[in-house]
């Protein structure tokens, strides 16, 4: 059986507030992006009695081999939604870990589609639901790659069709750890998206709001917030935020031409950054 190809598309949070916490997890509101930076994903059914999982390419180092992926596979089996099959995935990897663009979550995701798809498995919405919580919080979002916006109560609401972004990302040598950012939230946001339209994902209206993790790994890391006033400065006609919990940020323009012109000057001072021009999908 030749391998299937699947691309893994990077998420990126436009907006993110965080209004509250239950149980241990913190609950999120936040409108969330694809962009054309992504990952590859080979992936194909095998007569073994192990599935077998690697990954390979520049950000491919220090993934654990407990990730998204085998726990997606485990969880499938442990509920016998997934029982005569077995596979061998290979995932090149093009986006960087602890960047806040969700790539292991999109890989779980993407496969997740892919098993649908093909009719390997065929969860209830209900076990879907069930097993993108398991696997990571913002796994559901990566079952529709659209503009999509996520509720503080986890209603979502997907937009296609939207005006697109180029975005300029910058990564540093380092990234930051979900867990200990969100551990530095000491108060909440009241909620801001109960009432849900398009108008949303306008330029103009995104460009107001913030993310609120970004004080937190900010003052944590006094680099990202160098890189941040930087690309502030470098055009007062984009907006500049922080992607999920860090750290990467992000710089987004209405011009590809602004956004390359940005990228030059931006190298020109910081030589050993990770950065990477992309257009939202």
């Known amino acids: 059986m030749n391998y299937s190809s699947i691309k893994s598309y990077a998420k990126i949070n436009l907006a993110l507030n965080v209004t509250g916490k239950t149980s241990g997890l913190h609950q999120i509101e936040s409108i969330v992006g694809f962009i054309s930076l992504h990952d590859i994903i080979f992936i ?3 007569q073994s009695k192990k599935h077998i999982i690697s990954f390979y390419g520049k950000y491919s180092k220090n993934i654990n081999k407990k990730n998204t992926i085998s726990k997606l596979l485990k969880i499938l089996e442990k509920e016998k939604i997934l029982t005569d099959h077995r596979f061998e995935i290979k995932v090149k990897k093009y986006i960087p870990s602890k960047s806040g663009l969700g790539g292991g979550s999109m890989n779980a995701a993407n496969i997740l ?3 649908i798809k093909k009719k390997f498995i065929k969860p209830s919405k ?6 993108c919580k398991l696997i990571g919080s913002d796994v559901a979002l990566g079952l529709n790659s659209t503009f999509t916006v996520l509720k503080s109560n986890n209603h979502i609401k997907e937009f ?4 697109k972004f180029y975005v300029l990302i910058v990564k540093p040598s380092f990234g930051c ?6 551990s530095g939230v000491k108060k909440f946001s009241k909620p801001k998206f109960s009432k849900i339209s398009k108008k949303m994902i306008s330029f103009d209206y995104l460009r107001k709001l913030d993310n609120s993790l970004e004080v937190i790994s900010l003052s944590k ?3 990202l917030k160098n890189i941040k006033y930087f690309l502030e400065k470098s055009s007062n006609k984009s907006f500049v935020r922080m992607t999920g919990s860090g750290s990467a940020i992000v710089a ?3 011009s590809k031409k602004l956004c390359d012109y940005v990228k030059k000057k931006f190298i020109r001072k910081y030589k050993n950054y990770w950065c990477k021009v992309a257009k939202t999908i």
Request: proline share 4%.
């Open 44 to 46: 194909k059914k095998i």
């Open 113 to 115: 589609k892919y098993l």
């Open 126 to 131: 209900s076990q879907l639901i069930s097993i």
């Open 160 to 163: 296609k069709n939207c005006k």
């Open 177 to 182: 750890s979900t867990k200990e950012i969100y």
């Open 221 to 223: 890391f006094p680099k």
């Open 252 to 254: 987004y323009f209405k």
